[in-house]
């Protein structure tokens, strides 16, 4: 056990050094980056690229079922910076990295990030509840139990705001606000009428994100 504990430290020291060296790791996101392997307990986690690495959990036991485990497990438990054990519900994880790609946990389940840039993009499914009564209070995202409800699942694009870890709707409202960080950019897409706007929102993400490109640390 000793010797597990130095192992752990050991890979815990070298995260560290690693992060205290981002002034000079950094490189600029393409398509080729690779994030290294682990649990991100933070959006500062996924940013800095400095997960928990898969080698420090201990339950769910990292192996091939470890990822559908991870669907089904109420807690995950693994080494801590000075070898103790912490056990944390796997609902506050922020998500993990799986062969070199992040997934964010969102709506109860983990998903790709499969667009990175200052401006991230992914896609998700979230459960409605509709209700066959009209009531100008009810709440689609909330089910109420008294009420007479039909359920689907619909298709939701979020955004990470990869400068403050804000997750927001994909809305022509939030792309406008986001892109105000580029005074070309945002004069750029408002000169358009508002029906094109809506239309080429993703455009002018990407525009935005080769204009102001993201980096990680290696």
Known sequence: MKQLYIVILSIFSLIAAQAQDDSTNLVKYDFSFEFKEGIYLSFDNFKNNNPIPYEAIISPEFSDDFFNNLDTADNITFYGEFGSPITIPIDKLWGYSKNGKPYILWAEKFNLIPFIGSISH?????????????????????????????????????????????????????VEALLKRDAQVYEEFMKLGKRKRAKQMFYYVKYFNEKNPLYLQE
Do not use: W
């Open 122 to 174: 992914f896609i998700t499914t979230v459960k409605v509840y509709y209700s066959t009564f009209h009531d100008p209070f009810y709440d689609p995202y909330s089910y109420n139990p008294g009420a007479r409800v039909y359920q689907s699942d619909e298709l939701r694009q979020l955004l990470i705001d990869m400068q403050t870890g804000q997750i927001i709707d994909y809305n022509l409202k939030n």
